[in-house]
């Protein structure tokens, strides 16, 4: 299998005042093409942070990650916002990832007009977009306040689709929305991570999502990796304590 | 202890009917007033300017709705001309400080830091500064005329829309809406002009309208000390100013520009209470 991301040592401290909180203590993993990789851990222990990292929105202190072995963290520019045709991000709170005064469509063709796409083209894009992810075309003229949770978070996939990346991270992306919702997407992201070939980095909290979906697993704790893992193995026999513990909270 | 109004639909609807109602009453009488500015040299009954001392210092008749001042000039003429000067200059002043003042705060809020500080401070300094007290300095610097007494005001006013721009920025720069469109490849201009610029547009706007009023007042005020508008041009500022040692005598002359200074204040005030209502029904009184 072909890699596709490595992170090494990546490090950052944020700092509340004069205190330091260390939320990413050197942390390295790798994932490969195709590969749906799950990220574990409680609230605070550095998973979103990670996200951030990786898609360049946070500068970490230490480390490097390489996509495709060329270094993400030195890209500046116009090069930084091409490593977005390469990666892009679903987000906790459908609602809050669309622009309140702009249409969803708008929000989805954002990054095909930012690539010099014309209007008609991006358009013809965005009807594929929409039906990729079931939504209905006219969902395009509709603003987030419009619709539910679920039809906005399809519409999120849709605008992490646009640019045709190889990862989608996905942080949180189903914890927002109530159970039978939270399925259906799911089972979206799984699809689409099938037929486009995609690499997915699913950040959760739940275990039992996580053995539906991922390859592997890694289970993060106080801004350390833990275990890594099949999901199976690491949720039936936990080599770690904090493992065990988590394991034993859910199951 | 405050009891929970509770409002049902029908209410919400009866607020919401008058809401609207009083905006489009409103909005014509604003339009009203902007529409006799706009066309002033065609409505006037009598030349402005024009003077004869042989029917000066007239009260209210049938040829001169408003009397005549002590040169002979039609009143009705002269508050219409000066509608034109106070409130075009009323109006210039308060999109000069909306974009600038507006600016000053999203350059504050996206890059913080340093500059922001050092903005911030300067604003301080003029917030804390009486506004009337330094505009009267910075106009009689710059001498006469109501173009200085629109920078002189504008000098002392943008520190306000700097403030709520940058805060409306701070809140709205973390929203995972912004990290999206960063993910969707935009640069800053076009963060700033396509998300940040619509989304903080509303509370700037709301400002701007109800401080129409406002500045008539302080450029009418400007003018009556001299500072503003220069005889012979009608201004109603002016026009007050010169007929003030008349009040006893000859009433009308300070009367009507004072009355249009009330009226237009008075109906730039309201219509921007109601623009609040409608944009932010969330701070509506009940």
Known sequence: ?251 | MMETPTITLREQKVVRDRTKWKMIFLGALALAVLFVAAFAPFLTPYDPYAQDLAIALQPPDAAHLLGTDRYGRDMLSRVIMGSRSTIFAALLLVMVITVVGGMVGIICGWYGGKLDAFLMRVSDIFLAFPGMVFAIAVASVMSGGILNAVVALACISWSKYARIARSQVLAIKSAPYMAAAKLSGSGTGKMIWKHIVPNIAGPVVVTAVLDIGTMIMEIAGLSFLGLGATPPTAEWGSMMSNGRSMLQTSPWVVLSPGCAIFLTVMIFNLAGDTVRDVLDPRQQKR
């Open chain 1, 1 to 251: 299998m072909e890699k596709l991301l490595e992170a090494k040592e990546i490090r950052k401290t944020f700092y509340k005042g004069k205190i330091p909180f260390t939320a990413v203590d050197g942390v390295s993993f790798s994932m490969e093409r195709g590969e749906c990789l799950g990220l574990v851990g409680e609230s605070g222990c550095g998973k979103s942070t990670i996200a951030r990292i990786l898609t360049r929105l946070i500068e970490p202190d230490a480390g490097s990650v390489l996509l495709h072995g060329r270094e993400v963290l030195q890209l500046k520019g116009k090069e930084k916002r091409m490593l977005y045709h390469e990666v892009q991000m679903v987000f906790q709170t459908p609602q809050d990832s669309f622009d309140p005064r702009r249409s969803l469509g708008d929000g989805i063709m954002e990054s095909l007009r930012n690539r010099g796409m014309n209007r008609a083209k991006a358009k013809e894009r965005l009807y594929e977009l929409l039906d990729m992810v079931e939504l209905d075309r006219e969902f395009a003229s509709r603003y987030p306040h419009e619709v539910s949770g679920g039809q906005c978070q399809r519409a999120a996939i849709a605008r992490a689709l646009a640019p045709g990346p190889r990862l989608i991270i996905c942080d949180e992306a189903t914890s927002a929305l109530d159970v039978t919702v939270q399925a259906q997407i799911l089972k979206l992201l799984q699809k689409l991570q099938r037929e486009q070939g995609m690499s997915l980095l699913l950040i959760c909290h739940d275990l039992a999502l996580v053995q539906l979906l991922c390859d592997q697993v890694l289970v993060m704790y106080k801004g350390r990796i833990e275990e890594r893992g099949a999901p199976d193995e690491v949720i039936c026999r936990p080599q770690k304590e904090y493992t065990r513990i988590l394991v034993n909270s859910v199951f």
